[in-house]
């Protein structure tokens, strides 16, 4: 059984950081690329970052570029998004995802194309 846990949420002040984890267990996903998504309260589910499945090539919204960053650690079947700067429009509900096809050349940005997703971490900037 395919499984993504999130952990490292929480409520920090703005300008203050965070590291979100996802645990990845049920398959091997250095194959697939991973990303991180948010979901704002009345709000579209929305990208935040993706990286490829071979690392190195990571992609941002605009909103977040500079700001956060994406990581991974294969051996570890395991993504970080690390959350810098925070401002209170960053507060949402993040989820990670694994990508529904192997080796796909440019990661996407659409929440469709990922087949599996974690539970959600909460994080909450206060201004």
């Known amino acids: 059984q395919v499984q993504l846990v999130e952990s490292g949420g929480g409520l920090v002040q703005a300008g203050g950081s965070l590291r979100l984890s996802c645990a990845a267990s049920?398959?091997?996903?250095?194959?697939?690329?991973m990303g991180w998504f948010r979901q704002a309260p009345g709000k579209e589910r929305e990208f935040v970052a993706v990286?490829?499945?071979?690392?190195?090539?990571?992609y941002y919204a605009d909103s977040v570029k500079g700001r956060f960053t994406i990581s991974r650690d294969n051996a570890k079947n395991t993504a970080y998004l690390e959350m810098n700067n925070l401002q209170p429009e960053d507060t949402a509900l993040y989820y990670c995802?694994?990508?529904?096809?192997?080796?796909?050349?440019?990661?996407?940005?659409?929440?469709?194309?990922?087949?599996?997703w974690g539970q959600g971490t909460q994080v909450t900037v206060s201004s």
């Open positions: 995802a694994a990508d529904s096809i192997r080796y796909r050349g440019v990661p996407s940005r659409i929440p469709k194309d990922y087949a599996y």
């Open positions: 990286l490829r499945w071979s690392g190195g090539t990571a």
């Open positions: 049920g398959r091997t996903f250095s194959n697939y690329a």
